[in-house]
């Protein structure tokens, strides 16, 4: 069940981002609202898959910790690291989403 929920939602997002991709004709205004849409859904799924992330990661060093509690200062350190990367791929995200908007102006 859950794959085919993230496959019409994958579906669905490639079909509302396709319009941008293949918006070719000279009204500038009507490219631009769609190009706006596609970067905002862009910068919402990044924001909703590292915040989805950051929990899980979160919730599992937090059981790990009381499973374990001598190997917390290992767990922390991993998982300061691991939510380093992972807020940096929401960042990079949000990088080119501006970049796209700048250069679509």
Do not use: H, W
Request: charged share 10%; proline share 1%.
């Amino acid at each position: 069940m859950r794959k085919i929920v993230l496959s019409t939602l994958t579906t669905l997002m490639l079909l509302a981002v396709a319009a941008v991709a293949f918006a070719a004709d000279g009204s500038a205004s009507s490219s631009f609202g769609l190009a706006a849409a596609g970067i905002a859904l862009g910068i919402g799924l990044a924001a909703t898959g590292g915040a989805l992330g950051q929990g899980s990661a979160i919730k599992a060093a937090c059981e790990g910790i009381a499973r374990n509690p001598d190997a917390s200062g290992k767990i922390s350190q991993s998982l300061i690291l691991g939510l380093a990367f992972i807020e940096s791929l929401v960042i990079y995200a949000l990088l080119v989403a501006l970049i796209l908007l700048f250069v679509k102006m």
